[in-house]
C-alpha cells in the first residue's frame, strides 16, 4: 500500500489489497503545490473532508472519468449526486466497512460550504478521516483546528496534519495533537501553498521528533510504503 502526497491537502492511497486505489481531498485543477505531470491511476473511491474547491477539488471530473464512489458527509453527498457521483453519505461518528477497508469519519473544527457558480450551499460539517486497512491505521485529519476529540484517536499509523494556521492548525498546536493522537508517524500537510498558510515544517518536524515520533516530510509527489 503506496501512499503519495500530492500537494496541500491531497493523498493517494494505491494498491489496497493490490486492488483499490483511494484519493482523499482531490485539489489538482489549480493546485499550485500539484506536482507537474503525476498522472492520477484508475480511482476506486474518493473521500472529500469538506466541500471548499481546495479540498472537493476534482472529485466531479474524477469520477466522471473513473465511475468513483465519493465518500463524504451526507450533504456534500447529496450535492454530488445531484451532479452525478456515486456517493456514500456518512456523517461524523459514523462506520462503515467498505471492500477496501474500515471508514470513520472523525470531527474537524472548520467551514464547509460549496461553491456553485454564484451561490454558497451548505456543505454539512467537516470531517476527518480514520481509515483501516491491511491491518494499518491512516488518519486524514482534514482541515481542523486542534480538538480534544484527536485525544479518543488509537493506534494510528500515520497521521496527515495540517500546519499552515489561519485556516487550519498551525505548526505548534499541530505539535499538541501529535502528543494526543500519538501516532507512529506523522507527515505534515495543508501549508506553504499560498503565503497565507506558510508554515516552518522543519521546525515542526524537530518538535514531533522529540516526542519519539517519526515525522516524515514529503514533497508533492513523494511516497511512504506501509
Given at each position: 500500500m503506496k501512499l503519495t502526497f500530492l500537494g496541500h491537502a491531497v493523498v493517494l492511497i494505491e494498491g489496497i489489497d493490490s486492488k483499490y486505489n483511494v484519493i482523499i481531498d482531490p485539489f489538482i485543477t489549480g493546485n499550485?503545490?500539484?506536482?507537474?505531470?503525476?498522472?492520477?491511476?484508475?480511482?476506486?473511491?474518493?473521500?472529500?473532508?469538506?466541500?471548499?474547491?481546495?479540498?472537493?477539488g476534482d472529485t466531479l471530473s474524477i469520477c466522471q472519468k473513473h465511475g468513483s464512489t465519493v465518500i463524504s458527509n451526507f450533504e456534500l453527498?447529496?450535492?454530488?449526486?445531484?451532479?452525478?457521483?456515486?456517493?456514500h453519505p456518512m456523517h461524523v461518528g459514523g462506520v462503515y466497512y467498505f471492500e477496501f477497508g474500515k471508514v470513520k469519519l472523525t470531527p474537524a473544527i472548520h467551514g464547509s460550504?460549496?461553491?456553485?457558480?454564484?451561490?454558497?450551499?451548505?456543505?454539512?460539517?467537516?470531517?476527518?478521516?480514520?481509515?483501516?486497512?491491511?491491518?494499518?491505521?491512516?488518519?486524514?485529519?482534514?482541515?481542523?483546528?486542534l480538538t480534544k476529540e484527536m485525544e479518543l484517536l488509537k493506534d494510528v499509523d500515520v497521521a496527515f496534519l495540517p500546519i499552515g494556521g489561519n485556516f487550519v492548525m498551525d505548526a505548534d498546536d499541530a505539535v499538541e495533537a501529535v502528543k494526543m493522537i500519538k501516532p507512529k508517524m506523522v507527515?505534515?500537510?495543508h501549508y506553504n501553498t499560498w503565503d497565507i498558510i506558510k508554515a516552518d515544517v522543519e521546525h515542526f518536524k524537530s518538535e514531533v521528533e522529540k516526542l519519539g515520533v517519526e515525522c516524515k516530510v514529503l514533497k508533492p509527489g513523494e511516497s511512504i510504503v506501509l
Open positions: 499550485p503545490a500539484f506536482p507537474e505531470g503525476f498522472e492520477l491511476p484508475k480511482i476506486d473511491y474518493v473521500l472529500v473532508t469538506h466541500g471548499h474547491g481546495d479540498h472537493l453527498c447529496n450535492f454530488l449526486q445531484l451532479k452525478g457521483c456515486k456517493v460550504g460549496i461553491h456553485d457558480g454564484d451561490k454558497v450551499l451548505y456543505g454539512g460539517n467537516p470531517c476527518g478521516f480514520l481509515i483501516k486497512a491491511e491491518g494499518k491505521t491512516i488518519y486524514h485529519a482534514g482541515d481542523t483546528g507527515v505534515p500537510i
